[in-house]
């Protein structure tokens, strides 16, 4: 071993002189000298190399540089270590390696101290050699010496670094004299804490078995030891593998300690879960057991109870499923179907039943392919399952389902139903009997061919929004009966559920309805045809006590003027208006005490004595058991008509009285005609008898007589006639001139001579009015005077006294004649009426007169004394302004009034 | 024959100049008095009845149309006229009326036997006449 090389500081204490000689000696009797027999000859051999100091000198900075230059190895005892690890002024570090000489009591002292790393120990006593490998270490460790022993070195790394836990320990004091790393990490221990601790203090409830494995280990064996270690709050699992190991001609004991907690646990639970497997398979009701492909079983499991097959697996295991009591062609199924889940590499169920004890038990069976650890199928596990409960559920469901599909069918409404996807799946009986076609032939049919055109749209749109929002819908729609009309129904759907909840469809009904909506718009069109109405309607309701309304048309607000909204609940008798008469009322009330029907006319007084007439009818409502709770009214204005009817009534009694007087005028005019034609006819016959004796002469002049009579006759009429034809025309009257005229027309009068007239005329205000109608008056009069005067007396006279003033004209004749009896005095006006049979006129002309003068709006009166005389006063207004020129417009049209 | 007494009513000079004319040319009667009105005819009755029996006339011939009194209001008075007159007088209506109205308002009375239309006729006088012989 070469160890030229080798520089050394040595350091040692200083008592008195001390010469290089006798260094050694120094050293030696200072320590202990019988165990450094071999340092002594080192540092003998090696003075020239080693420089001796004393531990102030270390202290120095100049010594250190030294020292790190050299890259020598301090080597010191423990004395001086200590005195110096305890200078906190001196850092060992620095230094680049530094050897303790230690006996075995001082590397005690030592242990649990955290100490430099660049420091090593050498056990006392040492000899020559190992100093100096020592030293080549600590040199090497320092970095300064290239030279290694690599193999230890590589050993005592792996002894230091490997991930097992190792340790060796005295073999005689069973105490730690070496750990590694794992060591410190399992258990949590600083090595020094480890090192000469027994294991005893790892595990102190097993001191007495670790005490005596290890001594059995340290007679030749080996041993494993399982121990539990407590390492803060958890418990580790260590298992402990013990030899004996010699090194250098001396035993130790190794030891390797690895941590099994993991391992434990992962067996734990295997064993775990293989006995929950095992007991879930036996604690389900189903059957589980595994086949291989040719049928043969190999494991059975039975649920505790079952029914099925209750062996234990002895009788199955091993056995092929053929020769286990199966049914025939149930094993065969189980074959076949093994091949094919084999083949296909997926699952399939089998239903079968087997019988026992006289009832049938069902079974299906799940049959899957089993694989081994390559994924290949070896077999089949089959999972069976008892499913006779269930089989029986379902016979019962499908029977209850019959039963209700059979109720669906006979039900009496037409019921349909359909699915998710909104198409028809169903019809009842009744749905089809109204469309009169079969179950297929309907499902084929969509809703627009059974649907009115014109509510197929509507009928889909809400459909589909009932489908959207899973809510009821209801519709009324036409649907195709079989005999090709459309029948209104009222169609309601409303979603349905499955058994499982899910939501399956719609289901609905339709009712035919073509009656009600037949009625409802026959009732619509009653009710239509009442408002437009134009006679007031009223139904009123019968409460014994009281008649409220309860309906009433618009013309009924029309005629009474009460708004339609106050008219229901009021009496009826307040809504036909008017305060009724005391008698029409109580005549109303009889009617409908009586339930009697009642017409009658309403007369209506309004606040501004506006009459107004209204006519009711009024008959009670018979309902259809005859029974009478309603009244039904119609109220009419007919104020209109009334007054229509009154003015025909006036009219009609006008008319009348025209009439007489006509057949009066006819039968009277016609005699008077007649008569003296007549005179006439018998004067031609006496002619004619006789022959001409010489009065022929006579009779011709009667003839003439009578003839101008009836040409009297026919003026007077005609006078009559214009008077009640002709409009008046007014003009102004020259009565002066008028009079004068008159009384010279009747000059032909046998007897005129002898009147003396007297005529008096104050026209100072001119007077209008119609110039042919009081000419009639004059010459009527004066006719009158003349044929009617008294000319036994001396002086007959006539006296005519005219006065006009803007308001009339008063006229006076009056004359000394016959008068006129009392008696005759109210009919002498009549037409045709003569008093006496002096009276050779028509008895047309005073009757003319009154007519002229009623038409001149004017007055007539009579005076008379019967043999005295007679004064006729008149009186006629006169009538200025627009008149006149009224007058003067028309003049020229009237030019022929003559 | 000769001895058959007629009196007329009426109030036209004309028809009773005429009237006498026709009746004494019938040769039924000469004796002929004429009355220009029903008061004036029923006065002269009268007075018959009470002084004169003997010439109460077989015959009157009675007009309808008369001012005041008219034919119809002297059969009300005449009924009324002693059971002698109405025993002996035969009364007939001598109208210008074609009214049939007329005729039968005069033919319903009891004492009106015949119902003549003007003019009076030889021929119409002596039917009237031989139904009164008869």
Not at chain 1, 684 to 692: A, F, I, Q, V, Y
Request: proline share 3%.
């Amino acid at each position: 071993m070469p160890v030229s090389n080798i520089n050394a500081i040595h350091i040692y204490q200083t008592k008195g002189m001390v010469s290089t000689d006798n260094l050694m000696f120094q050293l030696v009797t200072f320590t202990n000298v019988s165990i450094c027999e071999g340092a002594k000859s080192f540092l003998h051999d090696y003075k020239d190399r080693v420089k001796t100091i004393e531990p102030d000198q270390l202290k120095q900075r100049s010594m250190q540089e030294e020292i790190v230059e050299h890259g020598a190895p301090v080597l010191m005892d423990y004395c001086i270590f200590s005195l110096l690890w305890q200078d906190d002024t001196f850092r060992f570090e620095d230094l680049p390696a530094v050897v303790l000489f230690l006996t075995e009591e001082e590397i005690e002292y030592l242990q649990g101290q955290k100490l430099p790393d660049n420091l090593s120990f050498i056990h006392l006593p040492i000899g020559k050699a190992a100093l100096e490998l020592s030293l080549y270490h600590s040199l090497n460790k320092a970095g300064s010496l290239k030279k290694s022993n690599l193999e230890e070195e590589r050993y005592r790394s792996l002894f230091y670094k490997s991930s097992q836990a190792m340790m060796l320990l005295d073999p005689k004091s069973h105490k730690i004299v070496e750990v590694n790393k794992s060591t410190e990490e399992l258990f949590d221990l600083p090595t020094s804490k480890l090192i000469n601790a027994g294991l005893e203090t790892l595990h102190p409830d097993k001191t007495e078995s670790i005490n005596q494995e290890l001594t059995r280990v340290t007679k030749g064996n080996h041993s494993f030891l399982n121990l539990k270690y407590q390492r803060g709050e958890d418990v580790r699992d260590l298992e402990y593998f013990v030899s004996i190991v010699k090194v250098e001609q001396r035993k130790w004991l190794y030891i390797n300690v690895q941590d099994i907690t993991e391992r434990e646990k992962a067996d734990q639970m295997f064993y775990q879960q293989h006995e929950m497997l095992r007991s879930t398979l036996e604690s389900i009701d189903d059957l589980f057991f595994t086949l291989n492909k040719d049928g043969d079983f190999i494991d059975y499991y039975q649920p505790s109870g079952s029914s099925h097959l209750a062996l234990s697996s002895d009788v199955f295991v091993g056995k092929n499923i053929y020769d286990v009591g199966f049914p025939l062609d149930v094993a065969k199924k189980y074959i076949q179907t093994i091949e094919q889940v084999i083949d296909e590499d997926k699952s399939e169920q089998i239903d079968y039943y087997l019988e026992a004890f006289g009832s049938r038990l069902w079974y299906s069976a799940k049959i899957s392919p089993r694989k081994n650890a390559f994924g290949v199928a070896e077999g089949v596990t089959v999972l069976c399952r008892d499913i006779t409960r269930q089989k029986r559920t379902e016979e019962t469901l499908k029977r209850a389902r019959d039963f209700y599909l059979t109720l669906l069918a006979d039900f009496p409404s037409m019921i349909w139903k359909t699915n998710t996807s909104k198409r028809a799946d169903y019809f009842n009986k009744t749905w089809l009997d109204f469309t009169g076609n079969k179950l297929e032939e309907e499902l084929k049919t969509d809703w627009v061919e059974k649907l009115h055109i014109a509510d197929v749209s509507n009928f889909l749109a809400t459909l589909l929004n009932a489908y959207l929002k899973k809510e009821p819908f209801q519709i009324e729609h036409r649907l195709k009966h079989k005999s090709g009309e459309y029948r209104w129904v009222i169609n309601a759907g409303r979603p349905f559920y499955n058994l499982e909840g899910q939501f399956a469809g719609f289901i609905g009904s339709c009712y035919d309805i073509t009656e009600r909506r037949q009625a409802e718009e026959l009732l619509n069109l009653q009710k239509s045809a009442m408002e437009s109405a134009l006679e007031g309607i009223i139904i009123i309701e019968d409460d014994d006590e009281r008649y409220p309304v309860t309906y009433a048309n618009k013309e009924l607000t029309n005629i009474t003027g009460i708004s339609g909204d106050e008219i229901p609940g009021m009496d009826f008798l307040d809504v036909i208006g008017c305060p009724l008469s005391p008698e029409t009322r109580s005549s109303i009330i009889y009617a409908l005490k009586n339930k009697k029907s009642f017409k009658g006319e309403i007369e209506c007084h309004n606040g501004k004595q506006q009459k107004s007439w209204r006519l009711l009818y009024m008959a009670p409502v018979q309902d259809e058991k005859s029974s009478v709770n309603h009244f039904v009214a119609v109220l009419s204005d007919i104020t209109e008509a009334k007054e229509v009817e009154n003015a025909l009534r006036d009219n009609n009694r006008q008319l009348k009285k025209t009439n007489e007087e006509l057949d009066r005028f006819v039968y009277s005019t016609s005699h008077e005609l007649r008569s003296p034609l007549m005179s006439v006819l018998g004067l031609l016959n006496l002619m004619e008898s006789e022959p001409d004796n010489g009065d022929r002469s006579n009779y011709l002049q009667m003839i003439r007589d009578t003839i101008s009579r009836l040409d009297k006759i026919i003026h007077d009429i005609i006078d009559y006639s214009r008077n009640s034809r002709m409009d008046v025309i007014y003009e102004n009257i020259d009565f002066e001139g008028f009079i004068q005229k008159s009384i010279t027309n009747h000059a032909y009068f046998d007897q005129f001579e002898k009147v003396i007239f007297e005529v008096d005329v104050k026209n100072g205000v001119p007077f209008f009015s119609d110039k042919k109608r009081i000419e009639i008056i004059f010459n009527n009069f004066i006719s009158n005077c003349l044929r009617f005067h008294n000319y036994e007396q001396i002086e007959p006279y006539v006296r005519i006294k005219v006065k006009t003033s803007p308001v009339n004209v008063l006229i006076t004749i009056s004359d000394n004649g016959t008068g006129i009896h009392e008696k005759h005095i109210h009919k002498i006006y009549e037409m045709f009426y003569r008093g006496t049979e002096k009276s050779t006129g028509s008895g047309i002309g005073l009757y003319i007169v009154k007519e002229i003068i009623d038409k001149l709006k004017g007055n007539i009166q009579i005076q008379s004394d019967p043999g005295k005389g007679t004064t006729f006063i008149i009186d006629i207004p006169n009538y200025p302004g627009n008149e006149l020129r009224l007058f003067s417009l028309n003049s020229v049209e009237d030019q022929n009034y003559l | 024959m000769n001895l058959n007494k007629v009196l007329l009513i009426d109030d036209s000079d004309i028809d009773n100049m005429v009237n006498k004319k026709v009746i004494e040319k019938s040769g039924f009667s000469t004796h002929i008095i004429i009355k220009k009105s029903a008061e004036s005819a029923i006065e002269y009755l009268s007075e018959l009845a009470i002084s004169n029996i003997e010439d109460i006339p077989d015959m009157i011939f009675l007009d309808i149309r008369m001012p005041d009194v008219d034919g119809f209001g002297f059969l009300e008075m005449y009924k009324n006229l002693p059971g002698d007159i109405l025993a002996k007088s035969r009364i007939v209506m001598l109208s210008s009326s074609i009214d049939s109205e007329d005729h039968k308002r005069a033919m319903a009375n009891p004492y009106v036997k015949h119902f003549l239309n003007k003019p009076l006729r030889k021929e119409s006088v002596e039917m009237v006449a031989g139904i009164n012989d008869g």
